[in-house]
């Protein structure tokens, strides 16, 4: 290791220049932090992306519009600052490179690296002798070093672990949350080398006030987020096999919920939709990992296919009660209350709320979609449905609370529900007088 280069010595951080990798949900909390005390880059491939956030705007509301200007630089910054970039060669000078880009499944649930390759040969263009590369995207134990690294030696020349170096510290970024923010969640580091993990860690060290916790090595570090999201979702998973299994016995499942809570050692976990960018897709990260290694993991398997159900199912309710109510099914107006994947927030990755709007289509039903958080054109480009940010003047047969968005807690449901009307609240948010049915 060298030892003429400062950013090799843990205890002098002064020449650190850093380029941040993407400029989403994680990477854009990530790189703002950072350009308050160093020199920062951000890089997108998407030019709208760049231009938005240049002009000091943030779509994802993940960060606030003052705080982002106040660290905005229109040039490369040599002391502290952001500047964003669609041009890979202001990433050249950095010798920090942080590559936060997504880690989606493909349409057969397999992993879809396709982000993380590209992205790890855009760096290795510009890697020089003692660089640090670091992952946050969430992947399987051993991704890094298996696949991302040979990129990085390919394109650049340089031998790993002994030219260039990299680091492994899983993001934890919360979508919509304002009270755990970045800072205040302490931070996993590791290092393809002790020394190298000690020189993360103080890097991290210096923007987390929560602290961070070095890992002994990247695949444990790699292992530990992906259980964090598996783990998460199987007790949800457990939760909506009781809400099926209490559909049956003829009674609420929030309320049994209630009652097993009184006991001090009880998890409260609710049932529901579970979508996003994480939780329902990075057990599937793990099954990859496991059954290249001959081993085929029941558990993680079936909690993912009981929460892929639960559109489906709360879908498949609806139907029935109104059925039961004799309203006609076919051509019925139907109001979907959200399509994000989580309240009071923009984010549509993975929202399952579709899976209710296409099964109740599927049934013949004319379905609007309201929610005032989501982006129309992105919507529309992902799943095909058309939204709409102001409730039409019109009573539907079926309303669907599916996300509990601050704003349908003020809505007249007398203004805009049929007489004989079927409410299902999906998030046990609303007030059970109104409704006819909760998961």
């Not at 004799?326 to 899976?355: A, H, Q, W, Y």
């Amino acid at each position: 290791m060298g030892t003429d280069n400062t950013i090799l010595n843990t205890k002098d951080l002064s020449n650190t220049k850093i380029a941040v990798i993407g400029l989403g949900y994680v990477g854009l909390p990530l790189a703002l932090e950072f350009a308050k005390q160093y020199p920062v880059i951000g890089y997108d491939i998407n030019e709208s992306r760049v231009g938005e956030l240049m002009g000091g705007k943030d779509h994802t509301l993940e960060v606030e519009e003052d705080e982002l200007s106040s660290v905005l630089t229109q040039r490369l910054p040599t002391d502290k600052g952001l500047y964003c970039s669609c041009d890979g060669a202001d990433i050249a000078d950095a010798n920090f490179y942080i590559i936060t880009v997504p880690t989606p499944i493909d349409e057969f649930k397999r992993p879809d690296l396709t982000p993380l390759i590209y992205s790890s040969r855009a760096v290795s263009k510009y890697l020089k002798p003692n660089d640090i590369v670091i992952y946050e995207s969430t992947t399987y134990p051993g991704c890094t070093e298996e696949i991302c690294v040979p990129e990085l030696e390919t394109g650049s020349g340089l031998k790993f672990n002994h030219d260039f170096y990299c680091g492994y510290s899983p993001e934890r970024i919360n979508p919509g949350d304002k009270i755990n923010t970045l800072t205040k969640i302490q931070k996993i580091t590791s290092g393809s080398t002790p020394e190298i993990a000690e020189v993360v860690d103080q890097l991290y060290k210096s923007i987390i006030t929560a602290g961070t916790y070095k890992a002994p090595s990247m695949k444990v570090a790699e292992a530990a987020k992906v259980v964090e999201n598996c783990q998460r979702d199987l007790n949800i998973s457990f939760v909506n096999e009781l809400a099926l299994i209490f559909d049956r016995v003829g009674i609420d499942t929030n309320d049994v919920i209630e009652a097993a809570g009184t006991k001090w050692n009880f998890l409260k976990y609710r049932p529901g939709l579970v979508g996003g960018h994480c939780i329902g897709v990075d057990p599937y990260y793990m099954v990859h990992k496991a059954e290249q290694l001959g081993y085929y993991p029941e558990v993680i398997k079936s909690g993912r296919r009981v929460n892929e159900h639960i559109g489906a199912f709360v879908a498949n309710k609806v139907v029935k009660l109104m059925i039961s109510k004799n309203i006609s099914i076919k051509d019925s107006d139907m109001l979907v209350l959200g399509i994000t994947f989580k309240e009071n927030c923009p984010d549509i990755r993975n929202s399952r709320v579709i899976d209710i709007i296409e099964e109740l289509q599927g049934f013949g039903g004319k379905v609007t979609v309201y929610d005032p958080w989501a982006n129309f054109k992105e919507v529309k480009a992902e799943y095909g449905v058309e939204i709409v940010n102001e409730l039409p003047n019109k009573k539907f047969k079926a309303i669907i609370n599916a996300v509990a968005h601050q704003e349908f807690e003020s809505l007249d449901f007398d203004e805009i529900k049929d007489e004989t009307a079927v409410v299902y609240d999906v998030k046990a948010t609303m007030n059970k007088s109104i409704v006819d049915g909760r998961l």
